[in-house]
């Protein structure tokens, strides 16, 4: 499609990286902006609210370096495609739960995006690169956030560590899903565009290991021959398009107003 | 029942380096790490913003509104105003 696209980086592979990427900040922006109203706390109703609103101009990010490579606008792709197209993991399309369920997948998401864009900082493809180096000096402050949260809440009073506990063990094996491998990811890691998911995994469950275990929270988790396993089977399928109810809904709800007036102008 | 509300900080915001630090509300937070970051998301994201200060309510003390004569002018000290001659706006400690 684009034709001064670097004819030795693969094409397709940088395609599906970013879809997926696109559609990951999207389907959480939404949820979190679930919260707006209904926050247990009103400053962090404003906080959930600016996080959902910073996740969505992320997915903007993605989709519009995809534009070159689709032919789409990101409104199209995010408007127009049926919840069957999304490459997002099952994981943000869970409903948002209650408060400690929010905090814990927004924390592990929070620590994924920034082992990814770090990574992705140093890629081959130079959009790619540059995006992502800019989208990590935001993420940086969500993830103070939400790791602030997960840090008070692990063991603040009986019923938050009990309810934090109960959160974890549902969204960590969920979560695993973050690093589903995509459609040429081996070419992906050989032209230098992206590490792979199995590496950024590993580091990433260094880091929630260490922060949950500070907040007294428990994780399905064996050390073998030095390194960290999880225990437990991962949610996979949203990378292949294997989806739940959960997101039909959301993306119905998503392309509402935009399907009531298509084409519409404001 | 114990009290769940986390306490009230006082947010002070700076617009540029070397201005005041302006009072533009409160937020609660668990500590003073929340209380800044909180007050990002509250104050920070629209203002322009350098730097932020937060301080615990219970740290303010404060007059009291009902004892008007703390404040009051009970006898003529006009002669005090300075009003024969005009400041400006803006002063510049360093001008001639």
């Known amino acids: 499609m684009q034709t001064n696209f670097p004819s030795q980086l693969p094409q397709d592979g940088i395609r599906t990286l970013l879809l997926a990427m696109a559609d990951d900040e999207l389907v959480l922006g939404h949820r979190d902006s679930e919260w707006t109203g209904y926050a247990p706390i009103l400053e ?21 370096l995809l534009t070159p490579l689709t032919g789409l606008t990101p409104d199209q792709m995010a408007f127009e495609r049926s919840y069957e197209e999304f490459t997002c993991c099952r994981f943000v399309t869970h409903p948002k739960g209650d408060f400690a369920y929010t905090t814990v997948r927004q924390y592990l998401f929070d620590e994924a995006e920034r082992v990814r864009l770090t990574a992705l900082s140093g890629s081959s493809y130079g959009p790619l690169k540059e ?17 602030g949260l997960v840090e008070r809440l692990g063991d603040a009073t009986e019923e938050s560590h009990r309810r934090m506990q109960a959160a974890v063990d549902l969204a960590f094996p969920q979560a695993l899903g973050m690093f589903e491998p995509i459609d040429g990811e081996a070419e992906l890691q050989k032209t230098g565009v992206f590490p792979g998911n199995v590496t950024l995994e590993h580091e990433w469950l260094n880091n929630v290991v260490s922060v949950l275990r500070g907040a007294s929270l428990k994780l399905p988790i064996q050390q073998m021959n030095g390194k960290l396993k999880p225990q437990c089977k991962p949610e996979l399928g949203g990378r292949k398009k294997s989806h ?23 | 029942m114990t009290d769940t509300q986390w306490e009230t900080y006082e947010v002070f915001h700076q617009t540029k380096k070397g201005d005041a630090h302006i009072h533009v509300g409160s937020v609660h937070a668990p500590d003073p790490q929340m209380a800044l970051q909180l007050a990002r998301d509250q104050f920070a994201r629209r203002l322009k913003c350098t730097s932020l200060w937060v301080v615990p309510s ?8 009902q004892d008007e004569d703390f404040f009051a002018q009970t006898t003529d000290k006009s002669y005090r105003d300075p009003k024969a001659f005009g400041a400006p706006d803006k002063l510049d400690p360093h001008a001639d």
Not at chain 1, 49 to 54: F, T, V
Not at chain 2, 58 to 63: E, I, Y
Request: proline letters at 1%; a negative charge.
């Open chain 1, 131 to 147: 995006a992502a180096a800019k989208i990590l000096r935001e993420e940086a402050y969500h993830l103070m956030h939400s790791k």
């Open chain 1, 44 to 64: 962090e109703d404003i906080a959930f609210s600016n996080i959902a609103q910073d996740e969505i101009g992320h997915s903007l990010v993605w989709f519009t």
């Open chain 1, 244 to 266: 739940t109810a959960h997101l039909q809904q959301l993306v119905d709800d998503v392309q509402l107003v935009y399907r009531m007036a298509p084409g519409g102008k404001w």
């Open chain 2, 58 to 65: 219970r740290c303010v003390t404060a007059t009291n509104y």
